[in-house]
């Protein structure tokens, strides 16, 4: 039964990773991604994730002249 559990943890890990990594993409690739998606990617952030996100959403912010306040929030509310 343990051996059981702890495949469908891993299972379900590697699910949220796979999602996380599609979204993080997405974000990145998408030169103007919706609140909806970086909202999903919020909900589901772990520790390990925040660098990645935060560098996402910097490159951003740097890349554009007149910078989104939302990605700029985003990215304050992260600090």
Avoid: F, G
Wanted: no cysteine; hydrophobic share 35%; proline share 5%.
């Amino acid at each position: 039964m343990t051996d059981r559990a702890d495949e469908h943890r891993e299972e379900q890990y590697s699910a949220r990773d796979q999602l996380m990594a599609t979204l993080l993409q997405k974000v990145a690739d998408d030169a103007y991604p919706s609140s909806t998606m970086m909202d999903l990617v919020e909900e589901n952030l772990q520790p390990h994730h925040v660098p990645v996100y935060s560098e996402i959403l910097l490159d951003k912010i740097r890349a554009d002249q007149y910078p989104s306040i939302d990605l700029i929030r985003r990215l304050s509310d992260l600090a």
